[in-house]
């Protein structure tokens, strides 16, 4: 299987908390897209690990082809 996978083709609203550490999904294996489960363990990849630097709700790639990872910059179009 070539990595990453395509999660979808559109992007997904995610309510981020100051302060509070995320890891983004960078294989498209998550079943918790867009956000990381594990999945990746044993494929060489690892997560976009991220603090979110204000409350507010972002939209999150799960495409996985954004150039500024982990926010979608509307590469699935």
């Known amino acids: 299987m070539e990595l990453p996978k395509r999660a979808g083709d559109k992007s997904i609203p995610v309510e981020l908390e100051a302060g509070k550490n995320y ?5 498209g294996l998550s079943e918790n897209q ?6 990746h363990r044993g ?7 991220f603090t979110a630097e ?18 979608c910059d509307g590469s699935h179009r």
């Open 23 to 27: 890891a983004w999904c960078t294989c």
């Open 34 to 39: 867009p956000l990381c489960d594990g999945k």
């Open 43 to 49: 494929t060489g990849m690892s997560p976009n690990v």
């Open 54 to 71: 204000k409350t507010e709700t972002k939209n999150l790639c799960a495409c996985k082809a954004t150039k500024n990872g982990p926010f």
